[in-house]
T-cell receptor, first 111, second 117 residues
Framework: GQNIDQPTEMTATEGAIVQINCTYQ??????LFWYQQHAGEAPTFLSY????GLEEKGRFSSFLSRSKGYSYLLLKELQMKDSASYLC????????????FGAGTQVVVTP | EPEVTQTPSHQVTQMGQEVILRCVPI?????FYWYRQILGQKVEFLVS????????KSEIFDDQFSVERPDGSNFTLKIRSTKLEDSAMYFC???????????????FGPGTRLTVL
């Protein structure tokens, strides 16, 4: 099974940078995913890491260290619309579609 | 832009009744999923479906649950005899196909909120 930990809530001001950490303990690993979820809406895919290192996609970057069981999502130039829950999810080894989600980190962007 | 659609948006049912939640995945996608999210809790994987059969399922997906692709466009989740604890938001998702770079991106539908009374 998987155990996925991420902070419950983070607050940052518009224009700033926020880093959301995710640690996981797994019996197997086949990729780490980050999703954004606005209240009452569906999750939206943000990023995917399966190898160590940094993946950059516009204002969002995601980092993975498999040996440490650690990932982070970096949000730059924060905008008010970035206020949402950010979900870390790990895919099971030998699996294409079985995911374990973290509880999510609620990011609050203030003016 | 293509999207996953789900109907109904909200379903209210009595305990013990059967419900069918419907999803229309993106048309060229071949891998389908159901997830649920109890209010205020984390998203939980239920089942994945590929090539007209269940690919993987979680411990939650017991005999009360079943999935079906009755035609070329719909993907359904049936709960045979609903319980109070089945009240949740149910999300359908789809992705292209295993083995492609695009596969890793899942597209979620807007969800069906199921309320069991």
């Amino acid at each position: 099974g998987q155990n996925i930990d991420q902070p419950t809530e983070m607050t940052a001001t518009e224009g700033a940078i926020v880093q959301i950490n995710c640690t996981y303990q797994t019996s197997g690993f086949n990729g780490l995913f980050w999703y954004q979820q606005h209240a009452g809406e569906a999750p939206t895919f943000l990023s995917y890491n399966v190898l160590d290192g940094l993946e950059e996609k516009g204002r969002f970057s995601s980092f993975l260290s498999r040996s440490k069981g650690y990932s982070y999502l970096l949000l730059k130039e924060l905008q008010m619309k970035d206020s949402a829950s950010y979900l870390c999810a790990v895919r099971d080894i030998n699996s294409w579609g079985k995911f374990q989600f973290g509880a999510g980190t609620q990011v609050v962007v203030t003016p | 832009e293509p999207e996953v659609t789900q109907t109904p948006s909200h379903q209210v049912t009595q305990m013990g009744q059967e419900v069918i939640l419907r999803c229309v995945p993106i048309s060229n996608h071949l891998y389908f999923y159901w997830y649920r999210q109890i209010l205020g809790q984390k998203v939980e994987f239920l089942v994945s479906f590929y090539n007209n059969e269940i690919s993987e399922k979680s411990e939650i997906f017991d005999d009360q649950f079943s999935v079906e692709r009755p035609d070329g466009s719909n993907f359904t989740l049936k709960i045979r005899s609903t319980k109070l604890e089945d009240s949740a938001m149910y999300f359908c998702a789809s992705s292209i196909t295993p083995g492609t770079a695009s596969y890793n991106e899942q597209f979620f539908g807007p969800g069906t909120r199921l309320t069991v009374l």
